[in-house]
């Protein structure tokens, strides 16, 4: 499975982007990952195609994550974007057998090559 994102950019405090994720392929379990400069690779929001969905602590409330299954295409509308919001932001594709599985960083083998967010105040 092959992923493209799009829809970084740069945006104030308190803006808003949408971050698009076309997927070559089926997979039954997506999710976005974010890395910031010199910080580990930390999971942002995944969704599994039942509608389940997880979401970080951090940007619960503030984030959306969807799956549109007639365009294989993920979302992650992002609201309320603070400064530590700023990273490069990753696409990510599992075949999950259970449910849970899906909010698990290991379960994710196919990854995007990332769009950049940065929120300057």
């Known amino acids: 499975v092959q992923l493209v994102e799009s829809g970084g950019g740069s945006v104030q405090v308190g803006g808003s982007l949408r971050l698009s994720c076309f997927a070559s392929?089926?997979?039954?379990?997506m999710g976005w990952f974010r890395q910031a400069p010199g910080k580990e690779r930390e999971g942002v929001a995944t969704s599994n195609r039942n509608a389940g969905t997880t979401y970080a602590d951090s940007v619960k409330g503030r984030f959306t994550i969807s799956i549109d299954n007639a365009k294989n295409t993920l979302y992650l509308q992002m609201n309320s974007l603070r400064p530590d919001d700023s990273a490069m932001y990753y696409c990510?594709?599992?075949?999950?057998?259970?449910?849970?599985?899906?909010?698990?960083?290991?379960?994710?083998?196919?990854w995007g090559q990332g769009t950049q967010v940065t929120v300057s105040s």
């Open positions: 392929g089926y997979s039954n379990c």
């Open positions: 990510a594709a599992a075949w999950v057998v259970s449910d849970s599985a899906c909010s698990v960083f290991t379960s994710f083998k196919n």
